[in-house]
């Protein structure tokens, strides 16, 4: 059986969250306004509003 969570955030400063083991399961990720950078197997991306991150489980994330 696969679990399925689906959550909505909104952060008014800076926001960390790491993944340092990898990702246990898939994430989906919808960049709906403004910008941000993602730190994904040592390297940084830059994200944009209407950008969509899409990550395998084993992606190491930060």
């Known amino acids: 059986m696969t679990d399925i969570y689906c959550d909505y955030s909104y952060h008014h400063k800076s926001f960390s969250n790491s993944h340092i083991y990898g990702?246990?399961?898939?994430?989906?990720?919808?960049?709906?306004?403004?910008?941000?950078?993602?730190?994904?197997?040592?390297?940084?991306?830059?994200?944009?509003?209407?950008?969509l991150l899409l990550a395998k489980p084993g992606i190491i994330m930060s």
């Not at 246990?24 to 390297?43: A, C, D, H, P, V």
């Open 23 to 51: 990702l246990k399961n898939y994430l989906l990720r919808l960049q709906t306004e403004g910008k941000s950078k993602i730190f994904l197997n040592g390297t940084w991306h830059s994200v944009k509003k209407g950008d």
